[in-house]
């Protein structure tokens, strides 16, 4: 895995496996320990993998044209000013939308766009919901240091 968040998580939710195990592992030839968290580790970032593309599959982009009018649909009964200050924060988030990492994207829209629950994003993300809620928090960070950057800029 090459995102250092996603290292992250998969290590995370290995130490949660592990500590589970303990009593297990305690038991365990040193050998046979090394052995169990190398399987333990491979094992969670073959499924956080897997869960990633599953979350690819279910989730569309903001880009796509269905969502655009869908979008529009719903702003219909909102006033001239509010829908041009919207209009104008969609694009400017439109600009560095492509620069966040795409689990960024996918949270984010998962969360804000479609209004998935905490629970229904972490069950796509195979993590907890709290979990889901650092996640969304370390996403809108980057999403608002690139706006602070576009921005000075």
Not at 24 to 35: E, F, Q, S, W
Not at 121 to 127: I, M, P, Q, S, T
Request: charged share 35%; net charge negative; proline share 3%.
């Amino acid at each position: 895995m090459d995102d250092p968040d996603d290292q992250k998580d998969v290590m995370q939710s290995v130490a949660e496996n592990l500590i589970k195990h303990l009593p297990t592992i305690k038991g365990l030839p040193d050998k046979a320990v090394a052995a169990y968290i190398a399987y333990a580790v491979r094992n969670t970032a073959i499924n956080y993998y897997k869960a990633t593309e599953q979350r690819k599959k279910r989730f569309v982009s903001l880009d796509d044209e269905e969502v655009a009018r869908q979008v529009n649909r719903e702003f219909q009964d909102t006033s001239v000013e509010e829908l041009i200050l919207f209009k104008s924060r969609i694009s400017q988030l439109k600009e560095i939308w492509h620069e966040l990492p795409e689990e960024d994207q996918i949270l984010l829209e998962g969360k804000y766009i479609w209004e998935f629950s905490d629970k229904e994003l972490a069950e796509d993300f195979g993590c907890k919901p709290d979990s889901i809620r650092m996640k969304l928090t370390r996403a809108r960070r980057r999403a608002l240091q690139y706006l602070s950057e576009k921005e000075e800029v």
